[in-house]
């Protein structure tokens, strides 16, 4: 009796195995068994939970739970039908529903860990380097995950799953729309009254320390124009608008010849000792008493502001766990008019510091600010030593440039570049040169420093 031996089908996998199996990129070579509806409920509410972890691990060390972040859930549960119906759609033969959603939140893991972990870690080029890995890792994932459930390859749906991954993250970048499930505390909900007190009668003690750091200040006797500087570091909790502060008084008092003619109100929680801290009343102070020393007629201001930003236009202040306020337009405004100063170069490096220009120029004004008032800034963060506009204004084009507005369209094209490389939105930084002080300055500014004082004026 003659015969042929038939091959036996292959064993079909649980769903979990199969994942298993698919995550470590190997083949899997049957449709799993069973129903996937268990699988869809232990994924998602893992995916979920891991969400959690790591977006309260983003918020330490001191976080809130807040309810406004879950309804941006539902663009994260809209995106994963919507990818399990475009595999679906472009399989051929069309697998299961339920399979194709249970391969779709099998993929998750991966961009979550990209979008939350990565863009907080990674350098930009290895960013880029590491999203071109996850893209080929999810192309693979797709490919041996359709062809267990179709039976053929299935390398275009594989593609276009991909492609709608990237658009995904893309657009929710664009628009912000991250669920935050946890918040930064507010540090003050949790000090006694006699806390806060206390710390308003130090923001009471600010006057005397900003009249020590006056005291040394005084115009020469010459009777030209001479230049003053403020600096504004708005925000203690990162060291990067200190440092910034610090590096602008330097750079413009040598580049300006300002000498002993500077004070700088600084937010910085690793020293609150050091020089006065920086409050919208302690600005208006300030500002008074350096237009005292100053002949308001001729002497020009130079003021430097470093903050976070925020449409408005405000700068944030905090400093610890004192109670300040932000600095609004109208604060800014009226406080240089109510100090008489008449002759002013303001330099805003914070998110939107666009939105400052309108309300301040005159003809006797310069205003440069770090972005326009509908684009935010880049490099204002911890580990950063300076911001993007601090170091393309500041430290790389002041030093050199033959004039402020050399300076600035130096920045601005080195800040453009940097941009554009690491496939940011464009910050658009933006200026208003007064014709009157634009003038004012040839006289007072030195065309071009000689190496050795521009190498110092860069330390």
């Known amino acids: 009796m003659g015969g042929g031996e038939t091959s036996a089908a292959p064993t079909r996998p649980s769903w979990f195995r199969a994942l298993v199996r698919l995550w470590c990129l190997r083949t899997v070579d049957a449709e799993p068994r069973g129903n996937p509806a268990a699988a869809i409920a232990v994924l998602s509410s893992s995916w979920l939970a891991a969400w959690v972890i790591i977006d309260r691990w983003q918020r330490q060390p001191n976080p809130e739970f807040s309810l406004d972040g879950i309804p941006v859930l539902a663009w994260y549960v809209l995106a994963i039908l919507g990818l399990a119906r475009l595999l679906r759609w472009r399989a051929t033969p069309q697998p299961a529903v339920g399979a194709t959603l249970v391969l779709a939140l099998g993929l998750m893991p991966v961009p979550l860990l990209l979008m939350s972990v990565g863009i907080y870690t990674l350098e930009t080029d290895w960013f880029w380097c590491v999203s071109a890995g996850v893209a080929a890792y999810g192309l693979i994932f797709l490919d041996r995950g359709l062809r267990a459930l179709t039976g053929r390859a299935q390398r275009l749906a594989a593609l276009a799953g991909v492609i709608f991954i990237a658009l995904f993250i893309y657009a929710s970048d664009a628009v912000n729309a991250i669920p935050d499930v946890w918040n930064p505390r507010d540090a003050n ?271």
């Not at 009668?201 to 020469?220: C, H, K, N």
């Not at 005292?292 to 003021?303: E, P």
């Not at 109208?330 to 109510?338: C, G, I, K």
Request: hydrophobic share 40%.
């Open 189 to 459: 909900s949790s000090v006694s009254d006699g806390e806060l007190a206390a710390r308003e009668t130090a923001l009471f003690e600010q006057a005397d320390r900003i009249d020590e750091a006056l005291e040394p200040i005084q115009r020469g006797r010459a009777a030209n124009s001479q230049a003053f500087f403020l600096g504004f570091a708005g925000v203690g909790g990162e060291k990067v608008f200190a440092q910034e502060i610090g590096l602008a008084s330097r750079v413009v008092g040598e580049r300006f010849g300002i000498g002993d003619r500077h004070l700088s109100l600084i937010n910085d929680e690793r020293d609150l000792e050091r020089v006065p801290i920086a409050s919208v009343s302690g600005l208006r102070y300030a500002l008074q008493g350096l237009a005292a020393r100053m002949d308001l007629d001729k002497d020009v201001l130079f003021l430097s502001i470093s903050s976070h930003g925020s449409q408005g236009p405000a700068i944030a202040v905090s400093n610890s766990q004192f109670p300040l306020q932000i600095l609004s337009g109208e604060d800014l405004v009226d406080a240089l008019h109510d100090s008489g100063i008449q002759w002013r170069v303001i330099v805003i490096s914070a998110c939107y510091a666009g939105g400052f220009i309108n309300t301040l120029r005159d003809s006797k004004t310069i205003i440069i600010a770090a972005a326009a008032a509908d684009r935010a800034s880049f490099g204002c963060s911890s580990d950063s030593d300076l911001t993007y506009f601090g170091e393309a204004f500041y430290r790389d084009a002041l030093p050199a440039a033959r004039s402020l507005r050399d300076a600035f369209e130096t920045a601005k094209t080195a800040i453009g570049a940097r941009e554009r490389s690491e496939h940011a939105t464009p910050s658009d930084p933006q200026a208003y040169f007064g014709p009157d002080i634009e003038a004012k300055l040839i006289g007072m500014d030195p065309v071009r420093m000689d190496p050795v004082r521009m190498d110092a004026a860069a330390r």
